[in-house]
């Protein structure tokens, strides 16, 4: 299902700051560079993922974790290594992505749901539902810029979650919303587990990351640490961090 070969995506960072863009424009002229520095995100990652199987990513912040999901989701190429990906994604990373806050919840329901490819009718057959799932039916008709984060984020988990996808990419999407929301969307993400969806899940809950995944890859600055059964992984990173259970 998803084969990456020695992946590895870099960065270049300014290192200082200019205050004005007239001290900018001074400093070129000079031939006065900004100072750059390079950083790896990732670097020679190789993973090999089958149909069905569900891969946790753990580390720390930094460590590589969102970067190899938008690689897997083709948001970012590799500046090395190659990428084979069977079947059709649905990327849980930005939930707040494709919305406009000028337009209410109804008119951005249809909005981001037609950039994921659903048809006008599709939309219209599954708008009931995506209304139900988020419990945004009272505020639906208001616009997007009163809503809070935490609901903004339940709309796009509800309407991403539409898609009848081969691969699941899900980022830390469980980290926002009530006990009550966040255990729906833990349900629904378990189902599409039972239907042998191919998931990668990225979160810093241990417990979360045993519950659904059957495979963890740990990255520790970009590169992979450690993978294999979720609980020998994450009592090794626990271990490496002195976390306690």
């Known amino acids: 299902m998803i084969h990456l070969q020695d992946i590895s995506v870099r960065y270049r960072l300014i290192r200082e700051r200019r205050s004005t863009f007239q001290s900018h424009l001074i400093n070129y002229f000079k031939g006065k560079r900004m100072e750059t520095e390079t950083l790896w995100a990732l670097k020679n990652i190789s993973i090999d993922v089958p149909e069905g199987e569900s891969l ?48 209410t919840g109804r008119e951005n329901i249809y909005l981001n749901a037609s950039i994921l490819g ?33 609901m903004i984020s339940r709309l796009g988990f509800s309407i991403a979650t539409e898609v009848d996808p081969d ?8 980290s926002v919303g009530d006990v009550s929301f966040k255990r729906k969307s833990m349900e629904r993400i378990l189902e599409f587990r039972k239907k042998g969806i191919t998931i990668f899940f990225v979160s810093h809950n241990m417990d979360e990351i045993m519950t659904i995944c059957s495979k963890v890859l740990w990255l520790d600055h970009g590169s992979k ?13 626990e271990s490496y961090h002195m976390l306690p259970r």
């Open 118 to 150: 659903f048809s006008r009718k599709e939309i219209d057959n599954k708008f009931d539902r995506i209304v139900e799932f988020s419990e945004l039916q009272e505020f639906v008709d208001s616009p997007l810029k009163n809503y809070s984060s935490g």
């Open 167 to 174: 691969i699941l990419i899900i980022d830390e999407v469980l």
């Open 225 to 237: 640490k450690m993978t294999g059964e979720p609980e020998a992984v994450i009592s090794a990173y």
């Open 56 to 103: 946790g990513i753990i580390g720390h912040n930094g460590a590589g974790k969102s970067t190899l999901l938008k690689v897997v989701s083709g948001v970012i190429k590799p500046v090395e290594g190659s990428v084979q990906v069977k079947g059709q994604i649905a990327p849980l990373i930005e939930l707040s992505a494709g919305f406009d806050p000028e337009l």
